[in-house]
């Protein structure tokens, strides 16, 4: 029993970071129909700006976290202009496959700009071991789950209340009819690109607040991108959940069947899912008329 | 631009070509590609060799994806299973080389159907993902089948000798893998003149209205699937040989990332997209190369230990560019080329 | 007539002396080098050690030149995919024609090489990672120098049995070749000493959450454990460990014993167990190797400096020295011969390397060494 708790709360606390990036997918996907390959490459090149306001101006989480924050708004806001808004209105193949180049180039920045040895994210905080009943979890991991629930609620309240969210509940329901009603859809893709990259660099951050930075971190988007099948591509929330479902998956196979079943466990669990619900969880059913 | 052209009958309609000068060309590319490895140095020979190999495998994904319009991220899968089931014939068994290349194929063909089943519900990226979802667990399988596999052991390839032919020279090599290419090109493109390529492409302009027009989705995304495994699977056994050791770790996901990447470059759907897409992304990363060495030791001394990223940061931006001035790919730019060649001077 | 025949002769003669020389990849002024390892992504962080380590050595040859001759390496990248270290390798052997190869990647894509490198029968030292088939059987212009994975954890083992007796052990590796070695040398003292092994297991390349793996470790009852990850792999475990609690002696191996590992994971790092067959870098040959690099290296290459520095140093001082021999008639024949006949070559990153007459492997002595948190180094024991 104690080994189950530990596994479920170690589960819980990496899915929260899959869930963050996997609700970063959805937004774009939700707001633009396009799958970003560049968001673990987004996340990872966050974290490394984090580290690197941390060593020379100042090691003060608010700082960091924040000039993090600001920097993956103006990355997302700089890939949507940029790059992939010329791509409107191209195949959506090719547009996909821009960001698949986005990321390469990315990638690439890492080692260019800092270099290839891992480095620890020190920020004073987070290192410290909670103990909580029988279930020990790091100061940082237990931040990436209050952060996933926090950012979670937001969106609720976002796509529910405001402006912006319901118009961009109407450029992903149908963008025509949402630019007769007068929608800049343009405006709308940017917030989600500035949006999206902003929780890939939360993500990002607390990932090397838990694990270290390293020019692997990448992998993560990978990792994450079945949470977010699992949830629904188009749900972002669902998006989350989908994240803490492939967490715990991982680590109950880890835990009780064996660390070969540990990688594969999420792959299993979204084939089995998607046979019986073929949009994810929470995501919305096509509707396809001829 | 010639006139007088009518059809008159449906064969003539999907004739592979009517064209003398096509199949004049035709010839010539053959002939160069027969003549090439001999003359040629050992590295240009390489990177014809590995043309040849990923445009096989470039054409089984786009059989799959261009023509059926089905995505797929886990074509490195089928390139892996493909590798092991020539590895585990030839070299483990010590059979006939050309029951390696059938157990490439076939192989691959089978997991075929296990990875396609999905494809009956899914669409879109939620279906990309179940293949990637595939191509981890085949991965995973061959680690754990350690009796069969060798696990991550590994299995060494010799180069195959055949009906008196002896492939283990790099000229000898090439024109295998340009035979097999060939083959695999005639395939794709008779394919596509056939039923079963029109039922591949209604499926993809719209499978319920393919669906009503009396083709068995179920029967034909199957097939899409399992010929596009084979195919891509014999490349797979290509690229072992090539490599000379076949392990999980010589099969990264990046292929099938790569795969799609040629089909996009070259223009979804069609072979000869296929072909120009391999040409340019397998050629791009030296074209990169030979753009740095023109400006020389300059450069290189200015990036001293980072040119290599600056290389691969080129590599990505060269494909970004690329799709946004031409998002209709390379098969694009050949029929501007063409146009212009028979209009020329005038504008239509 | 005879008159005419002999300039003719002498013309040849004159003509055939420099032909002699003119080996490929080898002018009067200049010897070609080609190296294939992985600059960009996570596997950087050996290439670029290891290539720096191979500049420090030829930038030293060359402040003397060899015999009136200039080393210059032309590296290639394959970012650690095998398809493209043969394509690199098949650039600096038929495009830049090179005399000689040193270093190539992981052991994966050195196996991958054979075949190309025994056709071109240039000289070539495998250095970054070597493994059992690539001198098994000799090849004749292949020279390994270091030692074997399975060796190496054979001796981490043995020796931690010895300290640690009666002990309970856990082990855990990657999901690759490289784990396989590992684990076959682990299994070999398992089976002499009669090991108690309680816990076992693998791990996919490229995790990143340990979690459930220490947790089982930790249910097992481990007191002795062998983390064979590689760097971020080891450092994760570590931190699990330490956020669990759980205390066993803890023993890694070589490919992830670079000292930034420390640093990443803490105090628990104190009193860690490694094996290597280089000196560390904070023992006194280390510090040496580290003030002589200094001369020749850049600022970002120092920052880089580990143990792979030392290892492509080590690579690079055998080229110099049987290139020194060969004189000015330098050959492939004459380097291959030469590098065989190396014999108790000091470099002061390692063990005196010899290797001998169909023996292709140098077969490096190891020592075990201990981590140091305070000084984030690590320290010879015994």
New interface residues.
């Given amino acids: 029993m104690r080994l189950f708790a530990d596994l479920v709360a170690s589960g819980i606390a990496i899915g929260a970071i899959y869930g963050l990036i996997a609700m970063g997918f959805a937004v774009i996907y939700k707001a633009t129909g396009l799958a970003n390959f560049a968001q673990g490459e987004m996340s990872m090149i966050v974290a490394y700006v984090a580290w690197t306001i941390s060593t020379t101006l100042t090691g003060n989480v608010f700082v960091v976290v924040a000039g993090s924050i600001v920097f993956a708004v103006l990355l997302g806001l700089a890939v949507e202009r940029f790059i992939m808004r010329p791509m409107l209105g191209e195949p959506i193949f090719s547009t996909v496959l821009v960001t698949i180049g986005v990321a390469v180039v990315l990638r690439s920045l890492i080692t260019l700009v800092w270099d290839a040895y891992p480095h620890a994210l020190n920020l004073g905080v987070g290192r410290d071991v909670v103990k909580m009943a029988s279930v020990s979890l790091r100061g940082a991991q237990i931040a990436s789950i209050l952060t996933l629930l926090a950012v979670m609620g937001a969106f609720y309240l976002f796509f529910r209340f405001s402006k912006i969210g319901v118009a961009m509940r109407a450029v992903a329901a149908d963008d025509r009819t949402a630019l007769l009603m007068g929608v800049s859809a343009a405006r709308i893709h940017a917030i989600a690109w500035g949006c999206s990259s902003a929780i890939a660099g939360i993500a990002g951050v607390l990932f090397a607040l838990v694990y270290d930075l390293s020019p692997a971190m990448f992998q993560l988007g990978l990792k994450s991108f079945p949470a977010s099948i699992l949830g629904g591509l188009d749900s972002v929330i669902g998006s989350g959940f989908g994240g803490i479902l492939i967490g715990v998956a991982e680590n109950l196979a880890g835990g009780y069947v064996g660390s070969g079943l540990k990688d594969v466990a999420g792959f299993l669990m979204i084939i089995v899912i998607l046979m019986v619900q073929p949009f994810g969880l929470f995501g919305e059913r096509e509707i396809v008329r001829v | 631009m010639r006139s007088g052209d009518f059809k008159e009958t449906y064969a003539d309609l999907i004739v592979l070509s009517d064209s003398r000068l096509v199949w004049a060309w035709a010839g010539v590319l053959v002939v160069a590609l027969v003549v090439a490895p001999f003359v040629v140095n050992a590295y240009v020979l390489s990177l014809l060799t590995l043309v040849l190999i990923t445009v096989t495998g470039a054409l089984g994904l786009n059989l799959l994806t261009g023509l059926t319009g089905l995505i797929s991220l886990g074509h490195a899968g089928f390139l892996l299973l493909g590798a092991y089931g020539y590895a585990i014939v030839v070299a483990k068994h010590n059979l006939h080389p050309l029951l390696g290349f059938l157990a490439a194929g076939v192989a691959p063909a089978l997991f075929a159907i296990v990875v396609g089943l999905p494809s009956l519900r899914l669409r879109g990226l939620y279906l990309a993902i179940t293949t990637l979802a595939f191509s981890y667990i085949i991965s995973d399988l061959i680690l754990e089948a350690k009796s069969i596999t060798d696990g991550a052991r590994g299995i060494t390839v010799q180069r195959p000798e055949f009906f008196g032919l002896d492939f283990s020279s790099d000229p000898s090599f090439a024109l295998l893998c340009a035979f097999v290419a060939a083959v695999a090109l005639f395939a794709c493109l008779n394919i596509q003149r056939s039923r079963i390529g029109r039922a591949f492409m209604a499926i993809r302009d719209n499978d319920i209205a393919a669906r009503t027009m009396g083709v068995n989705l179920q029967a034909f995304k199957l097939y899409a699937f399992m010929t596009s495994a084979f195919i891509t699977g014999i490349a797979g056994a290509l690229m072992g040989i090539y490599l000379s050791f076949v392990s999980v770790e010589g099969f990264p996901f990046l292929f099938s990332i790569e795969a799609l990447a040629i089909l996009i470059v070259g223009g979804l759907g069609s072979a000869l997209g296929a072909v120009l897409g391999t040409v340019f992304i397998v050629l791009l990363p030296e074209a990169i190369r030979i753009l740095f060495s023109w400006f020389g030791g300059a450069l290189e001394s200015l990036l001293s230990t980072g040119v290599h990223e600056v290389k691969s940061i080129a590599y990505g931006v060269a494909i970004i560019l690329f799709l946004r001035f031409e998002p209709r790919g390379l098969v694009g730019v050949w029929r501007d080329a063409k146009r212009l060649w028979t209009h020329w001077p005038l504008k239509y | 007539m005879r008159y005419l025949i002999a300039t003719a002769l002498a013309a040849l003669a004159l003509h055939g002396a420099p032909a002699v020389a003119a080996e490929q990849g080898v002018t009067d002024t200049e010897i070609l080098i080609g190296e294939v390892d992985p600059?960009?992504?996570?596997?950087?962080?050996l290439g670029?050690a290891h290539s720096s380590g191979l500049k420090l050595a030829f930038a030293e040859a060359n402040e003397a030149g060899v015999n009136g001759r200039k080393i210059k390496m032309i590296s290639e990248?394959d970012?650690y995919?095998?398809?493209r270290t043969?394509?690199g390798l098949?650039?600096v052997?038929?495009?830049d024609k090179v005399f000689s190869v040193v270093g190539i990647s992981g052991s994966?894509q050195s196996?991958?090489a054979?075949?190309v490198l025994e056709k071109s029968g240039v000289p070539t030292i495998i250095s970054s990672a070597p493994v059992s088939?690539i001198f098994e059987p000799a090849r004749k212009n292949v020279f390994a120098l270091g030692q074997v994975y399975t060796q190496g954890i054979k001796e981490l083992t043995a020796f931690l049995a010895d300290k640690f007796p009666g002990k309970k052990w856990g082990i855990?590796t990657q999901?690759?070749?490289y784990?396989?070695l590992v684990r076959e040398g682990f299994d070999t003292i398992v089976k002499a000493k009669k090991l108690n092994v309680v816990y076992s297991?693998?791990?996919?390349k490229?995790?990143?959450?340990f979690?459930?793996?220490m947790?089982?470790l930790k249910?097992s009852g481990a007191e002795v454990f062998l983390a064979g990850g590689i760097?971020?792999e080891n450092?994760?475990m570590i931190?699990e460990m330490?956020?669990?609690?759980f205390k066993p002696a803890v023993g890694i191996f070589w490919p992830g014993r670079i000292e930034?590992v420390l640093?990443?994971a803490?105090p628990a790092s104190d009193g860690l167990y490694a094996v290597d067959y280089v000196e560390p870098l904070a023992g006194p040959a280390g510090k040496a190797f580290v003030e002589q690099a200094k001369k020749h290296l850049?600022e970002?290459?120092m920052?880089?400096i580990n143990r792979y520095t030392e290892a492509g140093y080590a690579a690079g001082r055998v080229l110099v020295e049987a290139f020194r021999k060969c004189g000015k008639a330098l050959t492939r024949d004459c380097a291959i011969s030469e590098i065989e006949k190396t014999k108790d070559l000091q470099t002061g990153v390692m063990a005196p390397i010899s290797f001998g007459a169909g023996k292709r492997f140098s077969d490096q002595k190891v020592q075990i060494m201990q981590a140091d948190f305070a000084t984030l180094s690590y320290k010879p024991v015994k």
């Fill in positions: 600059f960009t992504g996570p596997p950087a962080l670029k990248d970012g995919v095998t398809a043969l394509q098949r650039k052997i038929d495009v994966g196996i991958a054979m075949p088939q855990v999901d690759d070749d784990g396989l297991g693998s791990y996919k490229g995790q990143t959450d979690a459930s793996d947790l089982r249910e760097i971020s450092v994760a931190k330490e956020k669990l609690a930034v640093k990443l803490g850049t970002a290459e920052k880089g």
